[in-house]
């Protein structure tokens, strides 16, 4: 009996050692993004709208009016001013822009992502595939996608009287990694400043002209303000085929977080990499509201190292500034002063805003 129960006993398994298991936490970097601001001239409204969206988060908002390229508000001022980040994939509705006037493709054209799986112009910006963003690029060439890029404004100072702007920064050959197809999917090689992609966006939202952006900080400055175009772009033909891109990125793509079926509607583009130039993440958004007659622009840049950091993180914050200002009315009243005193109710009346 004892030798039988020796080997029952040597018979049981060992009892494993437990395993610890980790849980992976989506960690947001608390930060006070207002902090060093000068807040004396922006647009009270759209000012605390946007604080209170971006809350304590690491990142940027700025605001601008499309129709004359005023900023209406800047948000981590600092950060916005700096001299540029990787745009990510914010900077495919300007590689499809060239596209679509060089040729390359036409809305339906479908190209191939995957086995067995195609995509046309709408789909790619919908849900951001860097596949077909790198075949436009590639077929296209540096030379042509540094010569739009030039056209739009990048490399150079798209504000006027503007002394803290930078002018981000455009590559003199392709990245030595993945060349003009890099360029194409997520911006490698260049610098682009939230001022340079709040421009090109007011550009597609007001049907090609593009003016000087202005951020008037005197009273006589403000009182004498006058919009100043930099430059009218024929691309009103090309721009229904890509607003409809941008539009489904929003219904139900990248920038769904961005949507409100009750609200005023944007359209814009998500952006998210690692950017190695600076370091960490970043998570771009970059739209414009409303359809029919736009009325702002908004771009919002977060940078940092949690997971949380992306384009679709971004779309949120943008969504919750739209939302807000849809319940102040600002949309029927955009062309309208805003006072203090108006601030005073967003801030009593925004807990009971929709989220």
Request: glycine share 10%; charged share 20%.
């Amino acid at each position: 009996m004892g030798s039988n129960s020796a080997l029952a006993a040597a018979a049981k398994p060992a009892a494993k050692p437990a395993v610890r298991r980790t849980t992976h936490r989506r960690v947001v970097e608390y930060t006070d993004p207002t902090k060093g601001d000068i807040t004396t001239f922006d647009d009270p409204v759209v000012r605390q709208v946007a604080v209170d969206a971006i809350g304590h988060e690491k990142g940027s908002v700025v605001a601008v009016d499309p129709t004359t390229g005023r900023i209406l508000a800047v948000v981590n001022q600092r950060m916005a001013f700096s001299s540029g980040f990787e745009p990510c994939s914010t900077i495919k509705p300007f590689v499809a822009l060239a596209g679509l006037q060089e040729g390359v493709i036409t809305r339906d054209t479908m190209i191939r992502v995957a086995n067995r799986r195609y995509m046309d112009l709408t789909e790619a910006m919908a849900h951001s595939n860097n596949k077909y963003f790198e075949q436009v690029g590639s077929e296209l060439g540096f030379d042509r996608l540094i010569k739009y890029h030039e056209l739009f404004g990048l490399g150079q100072r798209v504000g006027y009287n503007i002394p803290e702007e930078q002018p981000g920064l455009l590559p003199s050959r392709p990245p030595v990694f993945g060349g003009a197809a890099r360029m194409s999917s997520f911006g490698s090689g260049i610098r682009i400043t939230p001022f340079q992609l709040a421009s090109l966006v007011g550009t597609l939202a007001n049907g090609g002209e593009q003016f000087y952006l202005q951020y008037p900080r005197t009273e006589e400055a403000r009182e004498n303000f006058q919009p100043r175009v930099r430059q009218q772009l024929d691309i009103a033909p090309l721009l229904p085929d890509l607003r409809e891109g941008m539009l489904a990125a929003v219904m139900y793509g990248t920038a769904r977080r961005s949507y409100d079926p009750d609200g005023e509607q944007d359209l814009g583009k998500t952006g998210t990499c690692n950017d190695e130039g600076v370091g960490g993440r970043l998570g771009w958004f970059a739209s414009y509201a409303d359809q029919a007659h736009p009325k702002i622009v908004i771009v919002v840049l977060l940078h940092g190292g949690s997971r949380i950091i992306s384009g679709p993180h971004a779309s949120q914050i943008a969504g919750r500034i739209y939302r807000d200002l849809y319940t102040r009315n600002y949309f029927a009243n955009a062309d309208t002063p805003h006072s203090d005193a108006e601030v005073a109710g967003i801030s009593s009346g925004r807990a009971s805003a929709s989220r």
